[in-house]
C-alpha cells in the first residue's frame, strides 16, 4: 500500500463517529419538530450524542494539531478517525464524562490523546496542542449559542432552544476545568513547556492526581458557587439566561419530570 493510501486510511472518519452523529442528527430533528412522544427523551439522546460528538472533537483537536506540530504517529494511533474508542484512556475520554453528564449534568474534561512529545520541537506548539482541545469546546459553545447571541431565536422551538443552552452550558463547564493550570489538564498542559526544570520535576509526582483533586474540589461549596458563578457569568454573556440552561438541564434529565415554568 502506497504512503497516500496509508494517510488516507489513517484520516478515514470512523464508521463509530458517523452513527453517533446520525443519532445526533436524528434526534435533534425530533426535539426540533417534536416528533418524539416523550421530549425529554429525544433531548437526553441529542445532548447525550451531540457531548460525545464533542469528545471525539476535542480529542481530534489535539491530534490534529500534534501532527502539524510534528508527531507523525497520530494517524497510525487512529486519533484522526475521530473514533472515540481509539483513544488512549477511552474510560477517561468519553464514558466518564458521558456518565458526569447524566449524573450531574456537568462538562467534565476527557483524557487527553498520547501525543509523542519529542518529536514536537519548541515550546509554542507544545502550548498549543494541549490549548486546542479546550478550543474545541469553546468553538462549539459558540455555534450552540449563536441563535441566542445573534438574536435568531424566532421559530426556534423552546425544547430545541432548551437543548442547545445545557449543551453550550456542558461546553463551557469542560472548557473551564480543562483550561485550569492543574498536573492532568490541558491548563497545564499549556503552561508546562514555559515552566524550568526543577519545577516539572517537583509537579510530576503530583501530575496523575490532579484531576481528581479538581473533582473533589467541586464538592466544597466555596469552590463549587465560584466556579458555577463564573460559569452563568459566561452563559448570559453569550445571550443564554440562566432559566433556559436550567430548564435545559431539567428536561435532560426527563425521568425527574419537567417543571411548570419550562413550558415545551
Known amino acids: ?17 458517523l452513527a453517533v452523529l446520525a443519532v445526533m442528527a436524528v434526534t435533534g430533528w425530533a426535539v426540533w419538530t417534536d416528533f418524539a412522544a416523550l421530549p425529554g427523551v429525544a433531548v437526553f439522546l441529542f445532548v447525550t450524542s451531540a457531548w460525545i460528538v464533542s469528545l471525539c472533537l476535542h480529542e481530534y483537536a489535539h491530534a490534529r494539531t500534534a501532527l502539524h506540530g510534528g508527531d507523525i504517529t497520530v494517524g497510525a494511533k487512529g486519533y484522526l ?5 481509539a483513544y488512549t484512556h ?14 450531574g449534568g456537568i462538562g467534565l474534561p476527557g483524557g487527553a490523546v498520547f501525543i509523542e ?19 474545541a469546546n469553546v468553538l462549539f459553545a459558540v455555534v450552540c449559542t449563536a441563535p441566542f447571541w445573534l ?3 424566532d421559530g426556534v422551538p423552546a425544547a430545541f432552544r432548551y437543548a442547545l443552552a445545557f449543551l453550550a452550558f456542558l461546553q463551557v463547564t469542560a472548557a473551564l476545568l480543562n483550561l485550569l493550570p492543574v498536573p492532568g489538564l490541558d491548563g497545564y498542559g499549556i503552561v508546562e513547556p514555559w515552566l ?12 496523575p492526581y490532579g484531576f481528581f483533586v479538581v473533582i473533589a474540589l467541586l464538592f466544597v461549596p466555596v ?3 465560584a466556579f458555577f458563578d463564573a460559569v452563568d457569568a459566561l452563559m448570559r454573556s453569550l445571550g443564554v439566561d440562566d432559566l433556559t440552561r436550567y430548564c435545559g438541564s431539567e428536561l435532560f434529565r426527563f425521568w425527574e419530570g419537567t417543571p411548570e415554568y419550562c413550558p415545551i
Open 1 to 17: 500500500m502506497s504512503s497516500a493510501a496509508v494517510r488516507r486510511q489513517e484520516r478515514r472518519i470512523s464508521p463509530v463517529f
Open 81 to 85: 478517525t475521530l473514533n472515540p474508542f
Open 90 to 103: 477511552a474510560v477517561l475520554s468519553v464514558v466518564l464524562p458521558v456518565l458526569f453528564v447524566i449524573m
Open 117 to 135: 512529545q519529542g518529536r514536537i520541537k519548541g515550546r509554542w506548539k507544545h502550548s498549543l496542542v494541549s490549548a486546542a482541545g479546550p478550543l
Open 151 to 153: 438574536g435568531m431565536l
Open 196 to 207: 524550568s526544570y526543577r519545577v516539572k520535576r517537583q509537579i510530576e509526582p503530583y501530575a
Open 223 to 225: 469552590v463549587n458557587g
